[in-house]
C-alpha cells in the first residue's frame, strides 16, 4: 500500500474527529447529547476489558446470524435462479422481510424465543440480512455465462456440479456487495436486539436509561470501530477470495 | 474405416423456422469435416446437434452407432466453443482440466494429461495464471486442451478461431493440425473461413443459406500430416476456389 493510500484516511478520520471535538466545546453540548471524542476515549481507557467484551459478543451475534443468513440465501437464492415461478413466489416474501421494521418486531422476537438468550438477537440478524443475500445470490447465479452452463452441460454435470462450479462463484461479486451493505445493517440490528444478552447493545441501553453520557457514547465509538474492522475484514477477504475479478484488479489512477 | 458420425434425415425447427433441412450426411472415423456456409444457415446448429447439446426435430443423429445426446453424456463428444468460456476464477492448469473434473464417472480410459498437452501447445509459464493475463489466442489454445484432455473421440468445434487475428489464427491453424493428426480423434469444425477449411480439413461440406442442407461435399486431398506451409500449394488454391464457388452455387 503506498503512503497516500494509507495517509488519506488517516487525514479524513484526525479531521472529522477535530472537527466533532471543537464543536462539542464551542456549543458547550452536553455529554448525554453529545460527547468530546477525547472525553469518550478517557472513558474506554478507563474500561477497556469491558468494552472489548462487549465488541466481541456484539461481533459473534452478528457474524452467526450473517452465516446463518448466507447458507439460508443460498439455497433461497439457487431455487430462485433455477424456477421462474418460485423466483416470483419468493420475491414478494423477502421484500416483506426487507420493508418491516425490524425494531418495531424486536420485542415480540425476544419474548418468543427467550428474552435473556442470544438466540432472538442471531435470528432477527440473519432475518434482516436474509432479503439483501437471497436476491444477491439469485441474480448472480441467474448471471453465471451461458457459454459456461453449455460447456459443463456438454459433459452432464449435475446440478450440484454446476451449482459449485460455476453458479457459485460467478455469484460472488453480487454477494460480497450485498455483505457490505449488511455489514453495517446486522451491527445495528444486533446493538438494538441485545438488551438483557451482553453486549454493546446491553451496554448503550443501560446507559441510556441511566442517563450515562460518557458510557453510551464510548458504545457507539465501540460500535463504529467494529464496523469499520467488520468492512476491512470483509474487503481483505474479497480480495483474497476474488483476486481474479476485475473489480479486485482496476486501480484509480 | 468405421463410421463416427451418421446423420440420417435430420430436420431441425425452431418454432416455425426451420434451420435444418433433411441432411443425411456418414463421416468416417478419424476424418476432420469442417462445414461452411452463410451466416445464419443453422451450422452452428448442425453441429450441436450432431454434438448432442440439440435433439432433432425429426431424423437421426448418431455418434458411434449410439443417438448423439447419449454419446454426449458419456464424454464421447468433446465441445470447443467460438468463445473460450474459460471460468475467471480458475488458473490456466485449473481450466485445462475443468471438463475432467465434471462428472468423473464417465472419464474414459483415454483420458489425456492436460498439463502434457499445455505444454504442447506453449502455455507451460502459464500453468498458474489467469484467464485474464492471457491473450486471446492463448485463451483459446486452453479452450482447445480442455477439449483434447477429455479424450473423446469426436470433437466438435464452432468456429474457435473466429475472434482472433489473422496472425493467430494462422498460428493456431497449424498448432490445431499438429494436435489433431494422429490422435485418431473426429473433428466436425464450423467455420466461416475458407482458407481455414480448406487448410485443416479432409473433406468440406457446403451448406446453403437457412434452413441448412448439403450442397457439396469436397474432398481435400492435401495429404497428412498437412504441412504448416500448405497454403503456399497451388492445389490448396484451386481447392478455395471450389469451395468458394460451390458456396456461390449453394446460394443461389
Given at each position: 500500500?503506498?503512503?497516500?493510500?494509507l495517509?488519506?484516511p488517516?487525514a479524513?478520520?484526525?479531521?472529522?474527529?477535530?472537527?466533532?471535538?471543537?464543536?462539542?466545546?464551542?456549543?458547550?453540548?452536553r455529554p448525554?447529547?453529545?460527547?468530546k471524542?477525547?472525553r469518550?476515549?478517557?472513558?474506554?481507557?478507563?474500561?477497556?476489558d469491558?468494552?472489548?467484551?462487549?465488541?466481541?459478543?456484539?461481533?459473534?451475534?452478528a457474524?452467526?446470524g450473517?452465516?446463518?443468513?448466507?447458507v439460508?440465501?443460498?439455497?433461497?437464492?439457487a431455487?430462485?435462479?433455477?424456477?421462474?415461478f418460485?423466483?416470483?413466489a419468493?420475491?414478494?416474501?423477502l421484500t416483506?422481510?426487507?420493508?418491516?421494521?425490524?425494531?418495531?418486531?424486536?420485542g415480540?422476537?425476544?419474548i418468543?424465543?427467550?428474552a435473556?438468550?442470544?438466540?432472538?438477537?442471531?435470528?432477527?440478524?440473519a432475518?434482516?440480512?436474509?432479503?439483501a443475500f437471497?436476491?444477491?445470490a439469485?441474480d448472480?447465479?441467474?448471471?453465471?455465462d451461458?457459454?459456461s452452463?453449455?460447456l459443463?452441460?456438454s459433459?452432464?454435470?449435475?446440478?450440484w456440479e454446476v451449482?459449485?462450479?460455476?453458479r457459485?462463484?460467478s455469484?460472488?461479486?453480487?454477494?460480497?456487495t450485498?455483505?457490505?451493505?449488511?455489514?453495517?445493517?446486522?451491527?445495528?440490528?444486533a446493538y438494538?436486539a441485545?438488551?438483557g444478552?451482553?453486549g454493546?447493545?446491553?451496554i448503550?441501553?443501560?446507559?441510556?436509561a441511566?442517563?450515562?453520557?460518557?458510557?453510551?457514547?464510548?458504545?457507539?465509538?465501540?460500535?463504529?470501530i467494529?464496523?469499520?474492522?467488520?468492512l476491512?475484514?470483509?474487503?481483505l477477504?474479497?480480495?483474497?477470495?476474488?483476486g481474479?475479478h476485475?473489480s479486485?484488479r482496476?486501480?484509480?489512477? | 474405416?468405421?463410421?463416427a458420425?451418421?446423420?440420417?434425415g435430420l430436420?431441425?425447427s425452431?418454432?416455425?423456422?426451420?434451420?435444418?433441412?433433411?441432411?443425411?450426411l456418414?463421416?468416417?472415423?478419424?476424418?476432420f469435416?469442417?462445414?461452411?456456409?452463410?451466416s445464419?444457415?443453422g451450422?452452428?446448429t448442425?453441429?450441436?446437434?450432431?454434438?448432442g447439446?440439440?435433439?432433432?426435430s425429426?431424423?437421426?443423429?448418431l455418434?458411434?452407432g449410439e443417438?448423439?445426446?447419449?454419446?454426449?453424456?458419456?464424454k464421447?463428444?468433446a465441445i470447443?466453443?467460438?468463445?473460450?468460456?474459460?471460468?475467471?476464477?480458475r488458473?490456466?492448469?485449473?481450466?485445462?482440466r475443468?471438463?475432467?473434473?465434471i462428472?468423473?464417472?464417465?472419464?474414459?480410459s483415454t483420458?489425456?494429461?492436460?498439463?502434457?498437452l499445455?505444454?504442447?501447445?506453449?502455455?507451460?509459464?502459464?500453468?498458474?495464471a489467469?484467464p485474464?493475463?492471457l491473450?486471446?489466442?492463448m485463451q483459446?489454445?486452453?479452450?482447445?486442451?480442455?477439449?483434447l484432455?477429455?479424450?473423446?473421440?469426436?470433437?466438435a468445434?464452432?468456429?474457435p478461431l473466429a475472434?482472433l487475428?489473422?496472425?493467430?489464427?494462422?498460428e493456431?491453424?497449424?498448432?490445431l493440425n499438429?494436435?489433431?493428426?494422429?490422435?485418431?480423434?473426429?473433428?466436425?469444425?464450423?467455420?466461416h473461413?475458407?482458407?481455414?477449411?480448406?487448410?485443416?480439413s479432409?473433406?468440406?461440406l457446403v451448406t446453403?443459406p437457412?434452413?441448412?442442407?448439403i450442397?457439396?461435399?469436397?474432398?481435400?486431398?492435401l495429404?497428412?500430416?498437412?504441412?504448416?506451409d500448405?497454403?503456399d500449394?497451388?492445389?490448396?488454391f484451386?481447392?478455395?476456389s471450389?469451395?468458394?464457388?460451390?458456396?456461390?452455387?449453394?446460394?443461389r
Open positions: 500500500m503506498n503512503r497516500t493510500r495517509l488519506a488517516i479524513g478520520l484526525v479531521v472529522f474527529f477535530s472537527a466533532w471535538e471543537a464543536l462539542v466545546r464551542a456549543f458547550d453540548i448525554f447529547v453529545l460527547a471524542p477525547s469518550i476515549v478517557r472513558y474506554l481507557a478507563q474500561f477497556p469491558d468494552y472489548l467484551r462487549a465488541s466481541l459478543t456484539t461481533m459473534r451475534h457474524t452467526l450473517f452465516a446463518v443468513a448466507i439460508v440465501a443460498l439455497m433461497v437464492g431455487v430462485m435462479a433455477a424456477s421462474s418460485l423466483e416470483q419468493t420475491q414478494p416474501v416483506l422481510i426487507a420493508v418491516t421494521p425490524f425494531a418495531a418486531y424486536i415480540s422476537v425476544k418468543g424465543l427467550g435473556f438468550s442470544e438466540k432472538p438477537v442471531i435470528f432477527i440478524v432475518l434482516v440480512s436474509l432479503p437471497t436476491f444477491a439469485a448472480g447465479m441467474r448471471g453465471a451461458p457459454s452452463r453449455e459443463l452441460a459433459v452432464d454435470a449435475s446440478a451449482m459449485w462450479h460455476l457459485l462463484p455469484a460472488l461479486p453480487s454477494l460480497f450485498a455483505a457490505k451493505y449488511n455489514t453495517g445493517l446486522a451491527l445495528v440490528v438494538l441485545e438488551r444478552t451482553g454493546l447493545g446491553e448503550g441501553a443501560r446507559a441510556f441511566n442517563n450515562e453520557g460518557d458510557r453510551l457514547w464510548a458504545a457507539i465509538l465501540s460500535m463504529a467494529l464496523g469499520t474492522i467488520s476491512v475484514l470483509l474487503n477477504l474479497q480480495r483474497a477470495v476474488m481474479w476485475a479486485q482496476t486501480q484509480r489512477s | 474405416m468405421p463410421t458420425v451418421t446423420l440420417r430436420r431441425k425452431f418454432g416455425n423456422l426451420e434451420t435444418i433441412s433433411g441432411i443425411d456418414e463421416i468416417a472415423e478419424g476424418t469435416v469442417s462445414v461452411i456456409g452463410p445464419g444457415c451450422k452452428s448442425l453441429l450441436r446437434v450432431v454434438a447439446l440439440e435433439t432433432a425429426s431424423g437421426d443423429a455418434v458411434y443417438p448423439a445426446i447419449a454419446a454426449r453424456r458419456r464421447q463428444v470447443v466453443p467460438q468463445h473460450p468460456g474459460l471460468l475467471p476464477w488458473t490456466v492448469r485449473a481450466n485445462a475443468l471438463l475432467l473434473d462428472n468423473t464417472k464417465a472419464n474414459g483420458t489425456t494429461d492436460p498439463i502434457e499445455l505444454e504442447r501447445v506453449g502455455l507451460t509459464a502459464f500453468l498458474d489467469h485474464h493475463e491473450s486471446g489466442g483459446q489454445r486452453v479452450a482447445l486442451v480442455r477439449a484432455a477429455l479424450g473423446a473421440p469426436l470433437l468445434m464452432d468456429e475472434a487475428d489473422e496472425i493467430t489464427r494462422s493456431m491453424r497449424v498448432m499438429q494436435l489433431v493428426e494422429g490422435r485418431g480423434v473426429t473433428t466436425i469444425f464450423v467455420t473461413s475458407i482458407s481455414e477449411a480448406v487448410a485443416l479432409d473433406r468440406v446453403s437457412r434452413p441448412a442442407r450442397v457439396a461435399d469436397i474432398a481435400i486431398g495429404g497428412r500430416p498437412r504441412p504448416d500448405v497454403d500449394d497451388p492445389q490448396f484451386e481447392l478455395c471450389r469451395v468458394r464457388h460451390a458456396l456461390q452455387e449453394g446460394a
